[in-house]
């Protein structure tokens, strides 16, 4: 089984996830950014923007503004219209309960809405009761928030964290935001095991048995929605990768080409991420390793060789049957690893594989790891 | 079609060029989220309409780097380039004075 080929590496990356603050108005219980919100200050305008000029001479494509709550930067207009004059595209996360009529008068000022890739509000739930257990007194003002970057047509999308307060819902919630909402899609992830949740793992994380009907009612849901609910991560993403397993063992094959070894990740070779602080990660799922500053360190430097970055790649050169964790496991030739952000969290280190994204785990016969009941 | 010669052309500004090396560059318009890989000749084509300039003048801008190519050959190319360019609005006409 020969390592997974690496793809050429940029000269600088595509797209750059900011976390442009801090501040949130809410206090989600599973949170990832939690720590960080609490413990770094937010940067002026004047550097966001000077940062943004260094993305454009580097001809960086798009942008990902989060936080923290975007929409809670009274400068956040003026840092959007940087994005643009540096010629970049960008999407936005929110909670969408700041969003205004207000709001939407602004995107139609100058370029934009036309730059305006995507903007993802989150909802937990299809009643106040279920969504504001996770995401606390937020359900109405979320869901008009929604509805009204509905109305406005704007490129509009919705993320579902799974969890144990939602699990039961999930029809509820896919019939309010698909028949009722009228939502063309929607996306699913799962409340993981790491930021201020990892303090809150029994009240929250999805139990096993949990995790199994989220796999079952989401993979039903998909069906009957039409690929209408999507996944790249959580129950519904999994329950596809386990499922692929199971049918190329079926057909007798032992492998995949391209897989058997770490390869879970592609986001090294294309993107960057930026704490509300300056501080530049590999992503917002390896918040702790920091890699520089902005304003200090060059970026394209860091991009191309930063020790840590280079290690990132050449997580995909390491072969499954070279981990311990891995070794004997039947489906090491089927299997990416994982995120590396999860195996970060869980194990301390990234060139190990993922628990949370393993089948033998989900199975339940790993004698590594056991997922919390 | 091959634009009139007094036409003068330049790059849209709002269009970014990442330079990848031997492979050339990627253009990338983000009005349209529109992205062009373009070789190392385009490049030099790129580069050059950074500046108004006609087609003959990129053409005389090209011959005066490559030697050994046919005149009307690298005519070809510079209408093919810009062409394909204007149509999708990663270079438009100066209308500057």
Redesign the interface.
């Given at each position: 089984m020969g390592a997974a080929s690496r793809p050429r590496v940029p000269s600088a990356p595509l797209s750059v996830d900011i976390a442009l603050t801090g501040r949130c108005n809410l206090h989600c219980k599973y949170c990832f950014y939690a720590d960080e919100m609490t413990g770094l200050q937010d940067l002026p305008t004047e550097q966001w923007l000077s940062f943004f000029q260094e993305l454009g001479r580097l001809a960086v494509q798009r942008v990902c503004l989060t936080g923290g709550e975007v929409f809670t930067r009274p400068d956040l207009w003026t840092l959007i219209d940087g994005v643009i004059a540096n010629r970049m595209r960008y999407s936005i996360l929110t909670n969408g309960t700041l969003i205004s009529k207000e709001t939407l008068a602004q995107f139609e000022v100058g370029k934009r809405r036309l730059r305006l890739d995507s903007i993802q509000v989150s909802i937990d739930g299809s009643r106040a009761e279920v969504h504001n257990r996770s995401r606390p007194n937020s359900f109405d003002r979320a869901l008009r928030g929604l509805r009204l970057l509905l109305e406005a047509k704007s490129p509009v999308t919705v993320r579902v964290t799974v969890n144990r307060h939602n699990v039961n819902d999930l029809d509820h919630i896919a019939h309010l935001l698909l028949d009722e909402v009228g939502l063309a899609a929607f996306t699913t992830n799962e409340a993981y095991p790491c930021g201020i949740m990892e303090r809150q793992v029994e009240g929250i994380m999805l139990t096993p048995s949990q995790r199994l009907q989220a796999m079952q009612t989401l993979t039903e849901l998909a069906l009957r929605y039409e690929g209408r609910i999507s996944a790249s991560a959580g129950p519904l993403a999994l329950a596809r990768e386990f499922r692929a397993i199971d049918e190329h063992l079926a057909a007798g094959r032992t492998n995949i080409p391209g897989r058997g070894t770490l390869s879970g990740c592609g986001g090294v070779f294309t993107k960057l991420a930026v704490l509300h602080d300056g501080t530049i990660v590999p992503c917002h799922q390896l918040a702790t390793l920091h890699l520089g500053k902005i304003g200090v360190d060059d970026l394209q430097q860091v991009w191309c060789a930063h020790p840590t970055m280079i290690a990132l790649r050449q997580r995909r050169e390491i072969s499954l049957e070279n981990l311990d964790t891995c070794r004997d496991c039947p489906y090491t030739g089927f299997c990416t690893g994982g995120c590396p952000g999860g195996a970060l969290f869980l194990t301390g280190d990234f060139n190990s594989r993922n628990p949370m994204d393993c089948y033998r785990v989900h199975r339940g016969q790993d004698p590594y790891y056991q997922l919390e009941s | 079609m091959v634009p009139p010669n007094a036409t003068r052309y330049i790059t849209n500004p709002?269009?970014?060029?990442?330079?990848?090396?031997p492979d050339g560059a990627?253009l990338?318009n983000?009005?349209s989220?529109q992205?062009l890989l373009i070789n190392p000749t385009g490049l030099v084509i790129w580069r050059a309409l950074e500046g108004p300039r006609t087609s003959e003048g990129i053409v005389a801008f090209l011959m005066e780097r490559c030697e050994g190519v046919p005149e009307e050959a690298v005519q070809q190319d510079v209408a093919d380039f810009i062409a394909t360019m204007i149509d999708k609005g990663f270079v438009g006409t100066w209308q500057g004075a």
């Amino acid at each position: 089984m020969g390592a997974a080929s690496r793809p050429r590496v940029p000269s600088a990356p595509l797209s750059v996830d900011i976390a442009l603050t801090g501040r949130c108005n809410l206090h989600c219980k599973y949170c990832f950014y939690a720590d960080e919100m609490t413990g770094l200050q937010d940067l002026p305008t004047e550097q966001w923007l000077s940062f943004f000029q260094e993305l454009g001479r580097l001809a960086v494509q798009r942008v990902c503004l989060t936080g923290g709550e975007v929409f809670t930067r009274p400068d956040l207009w003026t840092l959007i219209d940087g994005v643009i004059a540096n010629r970049m595209r960008y999407s936005i996360l929110t909670n969408g309960t700041l969003i205004s009529k207000e709001t939407l008068a602004q995107f139609e000022v100058g370029k934009r809405r036309l730059r305006l890739d995507s903007i993802q509000v989150s909802i937990d739930g299809s009643r106040a009761e279920v969504h504001n257990r996770s995401r606390p007194n937020s359900f109405d003002r979320a869901l008009r928030g929604l509805r009204l970057l509905l109305e406005a047509k704007s490129p509009v999308t919705v993320r579902v964290t799974v969890n144990r307060h939602n699990v039961n819902d999930l029809d509820h919630i896919a019939h309010l935001l698909l028949d009722e909402v009228g939502l063309a899609a929607f996306t699913t992830n799962e409340a993981y095991p790491c930021g201020i949740m990892e303090r809150q793992v029994e009240g929250i994380m999805l139990t096993p048995s949990q995790r199994l009907q989220a796999m079952q009612t989401l993979t039903e849901l998909a069906l009957r929605y039409e690929g209408r609910i999507s996944a790249s991560a959580g129950p519904l993403a999994l329950a596809r990768e386990f499922r692929a397993i199971d049918e190329h063992l079926a057909a007798g094959r032992t492998n995949i080409p391209g897989r058997g070894t770490l390869s879970g990740c592609g986001g090294v070779f294309t993107k960057l991420a930026v704490l509300h602080d300056g501080t530049i990660v590999p992503c917002h799922q390896l918040a702790t390793l920091h890699l520089g500053k902005i304003g200090v360190d060059d970026l394209q430097q860091v991009w191309c060789a930063h020790p840590t970055m280079i290690a990132l790649r050449q997580r995909r050169e390491i072969s499954l049957e070279n981990l311990d964790t891995c070794r004997d496991c039947p489906y090491t030739g089927f299997c990416t690893g994982g995120c590396p952000g999860g195996a970060l969290f869980l194990t301390g280190d990234f060139n190990s594989r993922n628990p949370m994204d393993c089948y033998r785990v989900h199975r339940g016969q790993d004698p590594y790891y056991q997922l919390e009941s | 079609m091959v634009p009139p010669n007094a036409t003068r052309y330049i790059t849209n500004p709002d269009v970014s060029c990442r330079e990848e090396g031997p492979d050339g560059a990627l253009l990338f318009n983000p009005d349209s989220d529109q992205v062009l890989l373009i070789n190392p000749t385009g490049l030099v084509i790129w580069r050059a309409l950074e500046g108004p300039r006609t087609s003959e003048g990129i053409v005389a801008f090209l011959m005066e780097r490559c030697e050994g190519v046919p005149e009307e050959a690298v005519q070809q190319d510079v209408a093919d380039f810009i062409a394909t360019m204007i149509d999708k609005g990663f270079v438009g006409t100066w209308q500057g004075a």
